[in-house]
C-alpha cells in the first residue's frame, strides 16, 4: 500500500482508535481513576504522524513519542525502534502500542512488553483477528503492511500483566463498519 494511500487510511481509522484509547486512559490511569500510581506520560511506540499528542495535552500528560521514522518540527518525538523503549521509559508512563503490534515480530513485541513492566500500564491498539472476524476485515488485514496481525487470543493474556479492560470496535469507512478493531488496557503483575 502507498503512502498517499496508508495516510489516507490512518486519518479514516485514527477517530475509533483516539476514543477507545482516549476512554482506557481516563477509566484506568489518570489520578481520578489508576488503582495504583496514575500515570503522568504516554510512551507512544512506533508514534508514526504523533497524533497521541494532542491525546496527552487534552489529558494534561506529557508526551514522548518513539518512531524509526519521526515526523519532522514534532520536538517531543524521537527517532528510534521498539527495542529503545527500555531506556526511555519512566515509572510513571503509560506506554501504548497504537497499530503497531503488528507490524512487530514476536521478539520486538515480547521485547517492549517485558520493558513495559516497569511503567503505569500498558495499552495496545490493534488489528482484531478472531472467529467473530468478518471476511472484509480478514481481507483488509491481509493488504495490510504488517505481516503479524495476531488472533485476540495472544492479547488475553500478556505475561506479567493483568488486563483490565478490552474493547472490540469497528474502522467505519462512509459509516460502514470496515475491520475490527480492539484495544486492552493492561496493568503490570507485582514482580517478585
Known amino acids: 500500500m502507498g503512502t498517499v494511500a496508508y495516510g489516507w487510511l490512518a486519518r479514516v481509522h485514527w477517530p475509533a482508535r483516539e476514543q477507545a484509547i482516549r476512554g482506557l ?3 484506568h490511569f489518570l ?3 489508576a488503582s495504583r500510581d496514575p ?4 510512551l507512544d511506540v512506533g508514534c508514526g504522524p504523533a497524533w497521541l499528542a494532542e491525546t496527552a495535552a487534552a489529558l494534561d500528560a506529557e508526551y514522548l513519542g518513539v518512531d524509526p521514522d519521526p ?3 514534532v520536538p517531543q518525538v524521537r527517532a ?3 527495542s529503545d523503549v527500555e531506556e526511555l521509559l519512566q515509572p510513571r508512563d503509560l506506554v501504548v502500542i497504537n497499530g503497531v503490534a503488528h507490524h512487530l515480530d514476536d ?7 517485558a520493558s513495559a513492566r516497569r511503567s503505569a500500564g500498558l495499552i495496545v491498539c ?3 483477528l478472531d472467529a467473530a472476524t468478518p471476511l472484509r476485515s480478514r481481507v483488509l488485514q491481509s493488504l495490510d503492511r504488517g505481516r503479524h496481525v495476531r488472533p485476540l487470543e495472544f492479547f488475553e493474556r500478556l505475561r506479567g500483566w493483568s488486563r483490565i479492560e478490552t474493547l472490540r470496535f ?3 469507512i462512509a459509516g460502514i463498519p470496515a475491520w475490527d478493531y480492539f484495544a486492552a488496557a493492561y496493568r503490570p503483575e507485582p514482580q517478585a
Open 31 to 33: 489520578n481520578e481513576t
Open 107 to 113: 521478539a520486538e513485541l515480547s521485547g517492549v512488553v
Open 25 to 27: 486512559i481516563r477509566r
Open 39 to 42: 500515570m503522568t506520560r504516554i
Open 80 to 82: 528510534g525502534r521498539a
Open 71 to 73: 515526523p519532522r518540527g
Open 126 to 128: 490493534d488489528h482484531a
Open 170 to 172: 469497528p474502522i467505519r
